[in-house]
């Protein structure tokens, strides 16, 4: 099984952007679905998650108030609508699922998830 992004591209700051994320499989499905991202030059960092326990969904400081995560349960589809974007923001953003809810320790760590994305690059201009 795969997981298939969409919606990167160029945008200036300010702009707006949405990704949605669809496993390759209907049948598919997990707990825990996230977003990842990594600028040139950069390690992985954690954007987004959402599972089933209190306090989902979760964010990364830089992106709170202005990412908005959602998952779709009925398309088996998930989404990051990505507001006010920075130039900093630019990265390949990949989508991420694991197959067991994760605790909240490990939620932000990449190495948790087993499945990956192709990656979709977003690119912020100034």
């Known amino acids: 099984v795969q997981l298939q992004a969409f919606g990167g591209g160029l945008v200036q700051t300010g702009g707006s952007l949405r990704l949605s994320c669809t496993p390759s499989s209907v049948s598919f499905s997990t707990p825990t679905m996230g977003w990842f991202r990594q600028a040139p030059g950069k390690e992985r960092e954690f954007v987004a998650a959402t599972q089933f326990t209190p306090g989902s969904p979760y964010y990364a400081e830089s992106v709170k108030g202005r990412f908005t995560l959602s998952r779709d349960n009925a398309k088996n589809t998930l989404y990051l609508q990505m507001n006010s974007l920075k130039p900093e923001d630019t990265a390949v953003y990949y989508c991420?699922?694991?197959?067991?809810?994760?605790?909240?320790?490990?939620?932000?760590?990449?190495?948790?998830?087993?499945?990956w994305g192709q990656g979709t690059l977003v690119t912020v201009s100034s």
């Open positions: 991420a699922s694991a197959r067991h809810t994760l605790i909240l320790s490990t939620l932000y760590n990449s190495g948790a998830y087993e499945y």
